[in-house]
């Protein structure tokens, strides 16, 4: 069984930064993306930003220029930088982890328990 660990959540003032960390526990095999999304009340989860095994990364474009994601694939972790937080960026913090063990596979996905982030002065 897949799980996810996260950490690095907090309060931040307006143009300060979080390192937000994800640590994958179980077999997550060679062929996996890790992301990380995010959620307020009321709201759908959506996507702030993806990593494949491989290193290609994608962002949401309110986060583009502000915040990074970076994996380190023996830890079995990402990361995600925020910097120049801004109100807006308030919400619960998911790590999220998409598996196929064989390329024949369906992906199964995991979620961590999620860490609160809130910018506010």
């Known amino acids: 069984q897949v799980q996810l660990v996260e950490s690095g959540g907090g309060l931040v003032q307006p143009g300060g930064s979080l390192r937000l960390s994800c640590a994958a526990s179980?077999?997550?095999?060679?062929?996996?993306?890790m992301s990380w999304y995010r959620q307020t009340p009321g709201n759908q989860r959506e996507l702030v930003a993806l990593i494949s095994r491989g290193g290609a990364t994608s962002y949401a474009n309110s986060v583009k220029g502000r915040f990074t994601i970076s994996g380190d694939n023996a830890k079995k972790s990402v990361y995600l930088q925020m910097d120049n937080l801004t109100p807006e960026d308030t919400a619960t913090y998911y790590c999220?982890?998409?598996?196929?063990?064989?390329?024949?596979?369906?992906?199964?996905?995991?979620w961590g328990q999620g860490t609160q982030v809130t910018v506010s002065s």
């Open positions: 179980g077999n997550i095999g060679l062929n996996y993306i």
């Open positions: 999220n982890v998409q598996v196929a063990l064989r390329p024949v596979d369906p992906v199964t996905q995991y």
